[in-house]
Structures are given as structure tokens and as C-alpha cells.
């Protein structure tokens, strides 16, 4: 929460950690990100957690949304989203449960929104080599990274604007992208085709340079044969969203 | 066409409106899903029944054998079933996605709802609706002074004259050892 001390505004930050499986790292997480937000209310969203990622949340007194089923990253993103909209949160800031994005980057973003200068900011892991030196840049395997940077230029050639990271998790979003989202949320790897379909809608998208830090514990969701799948799936869906009418906001 | 083939034909037909009748009557199948099927069994049976209508529509459409435009039908038939069932569950998932956002949303509400109640008697330990300070310490034959083992918020409250409702398992835990004689006051005796 960020009450202007001069009695100005009141603004209202909400940030957002969709969770599957992280009892190793959430609680990590939680604490960092208290220690940078102090004054933002944390929101974990476990969905369908087998583990006791819930209880590691509730202890460290953060939020808790709890989903009775593993229904994917999408539907939890929406649900948090209808939280912050029934809550009347300003902002939300979204990032990994793993650690692995830096709450330093997610400040950057989050001024950049608060400031108006966009109404979705997102973290792009390959703008951060030529502003942070290159010790702290994305290493990732080669697929990977090529299939980021095809959907990068598929987002960029479908928006016509540069976009470099379209698959960021790290994003931070004002008021009208949170009331748009939350009515209609893609599912799954959502990301893609969110940011095309925000950037239909006529939101104004901004990128800046984010560094990834090594996970605090657990594993990635995504492996071998599950990300060929993914991968065409999340095209398919980019290309729908470029065609689809804008729902109305 | 031998008759053995057409009695096969309209048993077949018949017993497949026949399980699907049955299924809908014992409530196993929806009514609404039943009627593509009940339409494909009466198409089924109308057509053994009257075989010149196959003939007659393969000639229409332009297809060399009856049989042939029955198998193309068939598979179509098929496929149009599975894709109003893919339909059918992007509907169910929409729908479940929703009753479980919204039950997550709601257990949020009754956790903080809990807290909040949890919180309201932690911080009025002494609460207990109805019973008044007076009419706890007459019922549990506690004598008035042991009201300085209460906290002082609920002590000025008494002496307010406030109806001071009092939680009775805490001040009976407060109060156990000092129940009876004042044990500070010496007992003078004027022998």
C-alpha cells in the first residue's frame, strides 16, 4: 500500500507470485520481495500446489489465493487480477516465484507504469546486456533462446512495435490493463499472447532491460516434449489474438 | 439387398435409439445430448426402411455409389459429434476455471473474515456477551477484590459501571487461587 504522505492520492500496488510446487523457494522470495516492497501487499496464487507451498505462504502472513485444481499460469494470473480488481488495487506487479527476477527491475517497471509513461511494462531479459553489464545477462539453452527470439519477432512484425522479450513473466500492469485482463486472461503460457493482445487493445507496452538471477530451489516447469507443444500452441495462439477483434474494455 | 442384411439393419438402428431412449429415461444421458443421436438412429432407420432415398441422393449429389455417400455421411456424422463435444468441454473448462477462481477468491474472504474474528476475541480476552462483572463474581463466589487480577482496561471499565462482560474460563483461571478468604488480610484475633 503507498499512502502519499502529504495526503495526495492514495495509491495501491498489488504484487502478484503465481505458485506451483515452490515450498522450497516461495518463502524466499516473499521475504526479498518485503524487503524491497515494504510497502506493496504480496498476493501468492497456488494453483493446485501438491506440496505445502500454501502454509509457507500463510506463515509469512503474504496473501493467499488458493486454486482446488492445477488449472495453469493463465487462470491463475486472472484470478489474482480479479482480486486486485475487486480489492481496488492501482498496480500489479508480477513476478516468478522462483527468484528468479530481480525485485530491483520490478521496481523499474513499476515507476515507469506508475509514472504514466505506459500501461503495461514488461522485463526484457535481452535488453539487459547492453544496460547491466554482461556477467548478469539470460543464459539459456539454445533452443530456448532461439524460439524466444522467433516469437519476438513475431510479436514485434504482428504489433509493429520492437519487442524483444515477449515470453517475460516480469511484467507490471495500471488499472485498465488489470480491469481488461481480468475479464478475459489467454491460458496456459499466456504470455505471448498477452502482449499481443494488450498491444490490440490499444495499450501502450514498454519494455525495460530485467536480469534473471539463479532460482532460489525447485525446477522449471517447462521440459523436453511438454515445450514442443507449448511452443506451437503459444504461436497458434499469438496468431488468433493478432486477428481476434479487441474485446471491449 | 437380401432380407437378412434389412432386419440386421432396422434391429441395429432400433436398438441404438432403443439404449439411447434409455439412457436419457434413467437420467444417464442429457437431453439436450441426446438428440444428435436420436436424430442419427432415425435417419439410420429411415433410410433401411425406404432404401430408394439413398439411391435418389446419390444420384443428386453425383456419387457413383449409394454406399460410399452412406460411409462419407457416417464419418461426417462422427466428426460433427466430436467437435460438439470439443465444444461441450471448452464450455466445462471455461465454467470450472470460473467455480474455482471464484472458490479461491471466497476461501481468501472466509480466512480473513476468520482472522478478523480471531483477532476481535484475542483482543478482548475478557468478553463474554451477557454476563456482567457483578453477576459473574456472585455466580462463581469470587470475592470483589479479586477483580485487581483483571487487566486494567477491564478493571476501569467495572469501576465505570460499564456492563462489563466477562469470558468466565479466563477469569476463573485468573481467579482459581484466590477464591475464599483474603489471604493477604492477618487474622486478628481479640483473644
Same mark, same amino acid.
Not at chain 1, 487462470?75 to 498496480?91: H, N, P, R, S
Not at chain 1, 511484467?171 to 505471448?192: F, G, K, M, S, T
Not at chain 2, 480471531?118 to 463474554?128: C, D, I, K, R
Given at each position: 500500500? @503507498?499512502?502519499?504522505?502529504?495526503?495526495?492520492?492514495?495509491?495501491?500496488?498489488?504484487?502478484?507470485?503465481?505458485?506451483?510446487?515452490?515450498?522450497?523457494?516461495?518463502?524466499?522470495?516473499?521475504?526479498?520481495?518485503?524487503? =524491497?516492497?515494504?510497502?506493496?501487499?504480496?498476493?501468492?496464487?497456488?494453483?493446485?500446489?501438491?506440496?505445502?507451498?500454501?502454509?509457507?505462504?500463510?506463515?509469512?502472513?503474504?496473501?493467499?489465493?488458493?486454486?482446488?485444481?492445477?488449472?495453469?499460469?493463465?487462470?491463475?494470473?486472472?484470478?489474482?487480477? $480479479?482480486?486486485?480488481?475487486?480489492?481496488?488495487?492501482?498496480?500489479?506487479?508480477?513476478?516468478?516465484?522462483?527468484?528468479?527476477?530481480?525485485?530491483?527491475?520490478?521496481?523499474?517497471?513499476?515507476?515507469?507504469?506508475?509514472?504514466?509513461?505506459?500501461?503495461?511494462?514488461?522485463?526484457?531479459?535481452?535488453?539487459?546486456?547492453? @544496460? !547491466?553489464? $554482461?556477467?548478469?545477462?539470460?543464459?539459456?539453452?539454445?533452443?530456448?533462446?532461439?524460439?524466444?527470439?522467433?516469437?519476438?519477432?513475431?510479436?514485434?512484425? !504482428? *504489433?509493429?512495435?520492437? *519487442?524483444?522479450?515477449?515470453?517475460?513473466?516480469?511484467?507490471?500492469?495500471?488499472?485498465?490493463?488489470?480491469? =481488461?485482463?481480468?475479464?478475459?486472461?489467454?491460458?496456459?503460457?499466456?504470455?505471448?499472447?498477452?502482449?499481443?493482445?494488450?498491444?490490440?487493445?490499444?495499450?501502450?507496452? !514498454?519494455?525495460?532491460?530485467?536480469?534473471?538471477?539463479?532460482?532460489?530451489?525447485?525446477?522449471?516447469?517447462?521440459?523436453? @516434449? $511438454?515445450?514442443?507443444?507449448?511452443?506451437?500452441?503459444?504461436?497458434?495462439?499469438?496468431?488468433?489474438?493478432?486477428?481476434?477483434?479487441?474485446?471491449?474494455? | 439387398?437380401?432380407?437378412?442384411?434389412?432386419?440386421?439393419?432396422?434391429?441395429?438402428?432400433?436398438?441404438?435409439l432403443?439404449?439411447v431412449f434409455e439412457l436419457v429415461r434413467r437420467r444417464r444421458l442429457r437431453i439436450g445430448y441426446s438428440l444428435l443421436w436420436l436424430l442419427?438412429?432415425?435417419?439410420?432407420?429411415?433410410?433401411?426402411?425406404?432404401?430408394?432415398?439413398?439411391?435418389?441422393?446419390?444420384?443428386?449429389?453425383?456419387?457413383?455409389?449409394?454406399?460410399?455417400?452412406?460411409?462419407?455421411?457416417?464419418?461426417?456424422?462422427?466428426?460433427?459429434?466430436?467437435?460438439e463435444?470439443?465444444?461441450t #468441454?471448452?464450455?466445462?473448462?471455461?465454467?470450472? +476455471?470460473?467455480?474455482?477462481?471464484? /472458490?479461491?477468491?471466497?476461501?481468501? /474472504?472466509?480466512? +480473513?473474515?476468520?482472522?478478523? #474474528?480471531?483477532?476481535? /476475541?484475542?483482543?478482548?480476552?475478557?468478553?463474554?456477551?451477557?454476563?456482567?462483572?457483578?453477576?459473574?463474581?456472585?455466580?462463581?463466589?469470587?470475592?470483589?477484590?479479586?477483580?485487581?487480577?483483571?487487566?486494567?482496561?477491564?478493571?476501569?471499565?467495572?469501576?465505570?459501571?460499564?456492563? #462489563?462482560?466477562? +469470558?468466565?474460563?479466563?477469569? /476463573?483461571?485468573?481467579?482459581?487461587?484466590? +477464591?475464599?478468604?483474603?489471604?493477604? #488480610?492477618?487474622?486478628?484475633?481479640?483473644?
Amino acid at each position: 500500500m @503507498w499512502q502519499d504522505l502529504a495526503g495526495g492520492p492514495r495509491t495501491t500496488v498489488l504484487t502478484i507470485l503465481p505458485a506451483y510446487n515452490e515450498e522450497e523457494s516461495i518463502r524466499h522470495v516473499i521475504q526479498d520481495l518485503s524487503l =524491497y516492497f515494504p510497502l506493496t501487499d504480496i498476493l501468492v496464487i497456488d494453483d493446485g500446489s501438491s506440496d505445502a507451498t500454501s502454509d509457507e505462504v500463510l506463515s509469512t502472513g503474504a496473501e493467499l489465493l488458493r486454486l482446488p485444481c492445477n488449472l495453469g499460469v493463465g487462470a491463475a494470473l486472472q484470478v489474482a487480477l $480479479k482480486f486486485a480488481e475487486e480489492k481496488g488495487y492501482d498496480y500489479t506487479l508480477r513476478l516468478d516465484a522462483d527468484g528468479q527476477h530481480d525485485p530491483e527491475d520490478a521496481f523499474r517497471l513499476l515507476s515507469a507504469v506508475m509514472s504514466g509513461e505506459a500501461d503495461a511494462a514488461i522485463g526484457s531479459r535481452f535488453l539487459a546486456g547492453r @544496460w !547491466l553489464g $554482461k556477467d548478469r545477462n539470460y543464459e539459456a539453452a539454445l533452443p530456448r533462446v532461439l524460439g524466444i527470439k522467433l516469437y519476438a519477432g513475431l510479436v514485434s512484425m !504482428l *504489433t509493429g512495435q520492437r *519487442t524483444t522479450d515477449p515470453t517475460s513473466g516480469l511484467r507490471c500492469y495500471n488499472r485498465r490493463v488489470i480491469h =481488461y485482463l481480468a475479464h478475459y486472461h489467454p491460458q496456459d503460457y499466456p504470455e505471448v499472447e498477452s502482449t499481443v493482445m494488450l498491444h490490440r487493445a490499444g495499450f501502450r507496452l !514498454l519494455e525495460l532491460p530485467a536480469t534473471i538471477r539463479p532460482r532460489f530451489a525447485g525446477e522449471s516447469t517447462i521440459n523436453s @516434449w $511438454k515445450s514442443v507443444y507449448y511452443a506451437f500452441r503459444v504461436l497458434l495462439a499469438a496468431l488468433i489474438a493478432a486477428v481476434r477483434s479487441p474485446v471491449g474494455i | 439387398v437380401s432380407l437378412q442384411t434389412v432386419v440386421f439393419g432396422i434391429v441395429g438402428a432400433a436398438l441404438m435409439l432403443a439404449v439411447v431412449f434409455e439412457l436419457v429415461r434413467r437420467r444417464r444421458l442429457r437431453i439436450g445430448y441426446s438428440l444428435l443421436w436420436l436424430l442419427i438412429g432415425g435417419v439410420a432407420l429411415v433410410l433401411i426402411l425406404f432404401r430408394d432415398i439413398l439411391g435418389l441422393l446419390a444420384q443428386l449429389i453425383g456419387v457413383q455409389s449409394p454406399t460410399s455417400l452412406l460411409f462419407t455421411a457416417g464419418i461426417a456424422c462422427a466428426f460433427l459429434i466430436l467437435l460438439e463435444h470439443s465444444l461441450t #468441454l471448452t464450455i466445462l473448462w471455461r465454467q470450472n +476455471k470460473s467455480l474455482a477462481q471464484s /472458490q479461491a477468491l471466497l476461501e481468501w /474472504q472466509i480466512r +480473513k473474515l476468520q482472522d478478523q #474474528l480471531e483477532a476481535s /476475541q484475542v483482543g478482548n480476552p475478557w468478553l463474554e456477551p451477557g454476563v456482567t462483572a457483578d453477576e459473574f463474581l456472585q455466580r462463581e463466589g469470587i470475592p470483589h477484590w479479586a477483580l485487581l487480577a483483571l487487566p486494567p482496561d477491564a478493571l476501569d471499565s467495572w469501576h465505570r459501571g460499564e456492563e #462489563l462482560a466477562i +469470558k468466565s474460563e479466563s477469569l /476463573q483461571l485468573a481467579t482459581a487461587p484466590l +477464591k475464599g478468604p483474603n489471604p493477604w #488480610l492477618e487474622e486478628v484475633s481479640y483473644d
